[in-house]
């Protein structure tokens, strides 16, 4: 159990395009769901925390109208990250929460290449 | 604010080494902590857990203990295995932030590497 997925795994996409990536909970329901970014050899950065039907919470730094959460249902987030630009080239990595659970589960990330 | 500190590695140790990764934590409340293991090129899995003082966390032969008194978490296996090789990620949950009641605090991480 406790399965979460994002699509698509891997996207590359051209300087000034937006990209929408998906994240789902498989077999839960997940209250609040978390976006990470992580670059290459280093932890992960929590970008903003989203909870189903409200607006999400940015980490301080994290540009809102650039990374456009969307948390529209309790079982899928989406992350899109409008005009991208080479610098947001990176592996985003989401997660799902279980209130009931209060712990994490952790979706497989999606690389980013912005060329 | 919460923190946790990890030893950074990298660390490179021979099939059936004994591997300790060291971890401490600050935090207000009470913390639940975790251990989440990253293969090369995948997301993060749930390696172990302990939600409360003396709790003891084990999966794949991957034991941490929480240690309320020394505020600590250190990963320890017997004999490691080339298949472990991995990046390790020491992280806390503080179950009283209030709105933030999910919100993981991870370490820097470190990375493993098990040679044959």
């Known amino acids: 159990g406790a399965v979460v997925s994002q699509h698509p795994s891997w996207v590359i996409c051209k300087s000034g395009t937006s990209v929408k990536i998906e994240c789902r909970s498989l077999?839960?329901?997940?209250?609040?769901m978390f976006w990470y970014r992580q670059f290459p050899k280093q932890s992960l950065m929590l970008m903003a925390t989203?909870?189903?039907?409200?607006?999400?919470?940015?980490e301080q730094g994290v540009e809102k109208d650039k990374f456009l959460i969307n948390h529209a249902s309790l079982t899928l987030s989406t992350l899109t990250v409008t005009s991208a630009h080479p610098e947001d080239s990176s592996f985003y990595i989401c997660?799902?929460?279980?209130?009931?659970?209060?712990?994490?589960?952790f979706g497989p990330g999606t690389r980013l290449t912005v060329t | 604010g919460n923190s946790v500190t990890q030893m950074e590695g990298p660390v490179t140790l021979s099939e059936e080494a004994f591997l300790t990764i060291n971890c401490t934590y600050t935090?207000?409340?009470?913390?639940?902590l975790f251990w989440y293991v990253q293969y090369p090129g995948e997301g993060l899995q749930l390696l172990l857990k302990?939600?409360?003082?003396?709790d003891k966390g084990s999966n794949k032969g991957f034991e941490a203990t929480y240690r309320k008194e020394t505020t600590s978490f250190h990963l320890e296996k017997g004999s490691v295995q080339v298949s472990d090789s991995a990046v390790y990620f020491c992280?806390?949950?503080?179950?009283?932030?209030?709105?933030?009641?999910?919100?993981?605090?991870f370490g820097k991480g470190t990375l493993l590497t098990v040679n044959p």
């Open positions: 997660s799902a929460s279980d209130r009931a659970a209060y712990e994490q589960y």
């Open positions: 077999d839960f329901q997940a209250t609040t």
């Open positions: 989203s909870n189903e039907g409200s607006k999400a919470t940015y």
């Open positions: 935090a207000t409340g009470y913390p639940s």
């Open positions: 302990a939600t409360k003082a003396d």
């Open positions: 992280a806390l949950s503080d179950r009283h932030s209030g709105g933030s009641n999910y919100k993981l605090t």
